[in-house]
């Protein structure tokens, strides 16, 4: 149930490794790409091509 939950920019940036700013870029990229309003972990894993059993 881990795919549904919701994230935030800070908590990608913190996962990532990444600047708060790009997290901001990359979560709104994401509601772009899959015209939604909040973003969930599955977005996430899906927008990077991420498989879910590795993530896991």
Known sequence: MEQLQV???KELA???G???NTAK???KDIKQE???KVVLSYHVLSYFKVSAKKAQ
């Open 34 to 36: 899959y015209d939604i």
């Open 14 to 16: 913190l996962k990532m």
């Open 25 to 27: 870029v990359y979560i």
């Open 18 to 20: 990444v600047h708060l």
């Open 7 to 9: 994230i935030t920019a």
